[in-house]
């Protein structure tokens, strides 16, 4: 009997063991790993691939600014079928997003479990802390609340979802806040800027450091035939992708009047033009151009980031008809700001010229922001750090 306790007991230890290991993992590897002089090493165990490489944003960011070909690096494998690579000078302060490519397959880096979606793609993420990149982070300060909101648009006859950000405080002050309308790109949909563009960590540590006025964001579905984000509707889990109808051919534009409407109905608002602003990136910028042209007494802060600007030659959308005479009656009431922003590199930068050109041809006031890169994330970001603090001053 004594003997069979025994071996119970063992085969117990052993069970309690394995199920340790299958809960906490029994991997020490540790990816990435950022030093203290801000260099990253990143490691995967591989001990019968080929060829591991990495593919990452931060490749184009080293000091020296540089970047010749596509943006892989090859790890080299070391002791027990560990890669490793590790960047050859140290990374500016920032969010950073990569994945590794294995014998030509991409793959996420089992040792970090931080990713985010873009889109159709999944990558992970890590941040170098330092300067604006504190924005980016959780710090110990107030935090606001972000809640998915469903609501109703006759425009569209659909039931929608939006995301909407209220700050610190919000639920007991009592007082009524401004409202920032915060759109995204082509493919994106209304989960985009809370997670990739760090919406609630940036407008937190804003409005805590006194650099921006308490104020809710709402951040939409620019694409006026879905719901919501793929996989958060009606549809079921389809395949995000880029390739949407309805999205810039004037129906999302004419139809937005009724997502203010019902943030004014369901928020303590300042309803007013003076308490509205409107940006997107891309495609939100093309949205955020033509709504606030469309409805020139509705906001009094605009703002482009790397934007798309004039329609498809095909579109025929009333929306879209008489830009340099809506454009006369938008200036005519001048708004408090009306804020461009885009990378020298950027595809639509070109587009963005001419745009600013028409202006300039017509004394109409605007700001011009300029940043390094292209259509990227990282610039993005940025711009959102750089706009809010101008809002509802």
């Known amino acids: 009997m004594k003997r069979f306790i025994t071996l119970f007991a063992a085969l117990l230890i052993c069970v309690v063991t394995f199920a340790q290991q299958a809960l906490w993992g029994n991997t ?6 950022i030093h203290e002089n801000n260099t990253v090493t990143f490691r995967l165990k591989a001990p019968k691939a080929i060829r591991v490489q990495i593919t990452g944003d931060f490749l184009t960011v080293q000091k020296t600014g540089k970047f010749e070909g ?3 690096a090859d790890l080299k ?3 027990d079928g560990v890669w490793e690579y590790t960047t050859p000078e140290p990374l500016e302060p920032e969010l950073y997003s990569y994945s590794f490519i294995v014998d030509g397959m991409r793959m996420h880096d089992p040792a970090n479990v931080y990713l985010i979606r873009d889109v159709a793609t999944l990558t992970n993420v890590f941040i170098i802390g330092g300067g604006r990149a504190d924005l980016y982070k959780v710090n110990k300060v107030p935090h606001g609340t972000v ?22 405080g919000y639920e007991t002050s009592g007082k009524r806040y401004p409202v920032f309308y915060l759109l995204h790109g082509m493919g994106g949909d209304e989960e985009a800027w809370i997670s990739l563009g760090r919406t609630s960590q940036i407008l937190d540590n804003l409005i805590a450091q006194g650099k921006a006025k308490p104020m809710i964001v709402v951040m939409t579905n620019g694409n ?12 079921g889990m389809v395949p995000p992708t880029m390739r949407l109808p309805k999205s810039m051919e004037g129906s999302f534009e004419q139809a937005f009047p009724d997502v203010v409407k019902f943030v004014d109905k369901n928020y303590r608002t300042v309803k007013s033009k003076s308490g509205r602003a409107i940006a997107g990136l891309s495609m939100g910028g093309f949205h955020s151009l033509h709504i606030s042209k469309q409805y020139p007494d509705m906001f009094d802060y605009v703002g482009l980031f790397s934007a798309a600007i004039f329609p498809n030659e095909n579109a025929t959308s009333p929306v879209y008809q008489d830009l340099e005479g809506k454009l006369k009656i938008q200036f005519a009431k001048k708004p408090a700001l009306y804020w461009i922003a885009i990378g020298e590199t950027d595809f639509l930068y ?8 028409l202006l300039d041809g017509k004394g109409y006031k605007y700001t011009y922001y300029e940043t390094g890169e292209g259509h990227i994330w990282k610039n993005w970001r940025i711009y959102l750090a750089e706009f809010a603090p101008m809002l509802f001053k």
Do not use: C, H
């Open 77 to 79: 494998e070391g002791k």
């Open 350 to 357: 070109k587009a963005n010229e001419d745009f600013r050109k």
């Open 28 to 33: 020490q590897i540790v990816s990435p790993d």
């Open 70 to 72: 596509p943006r892989i």
């Open 147 to 168: 809640s998915r909101v469903w609501y109703n648009s006759p425009s569209l006859d659909m039931e929608r979802r939006m995301t909407v950000y209220t700050p610190a």
């Open 224 to 235: 006026a035939v879905q719901e919501a984000a793929p996989g958060e509707s009606s549809l």
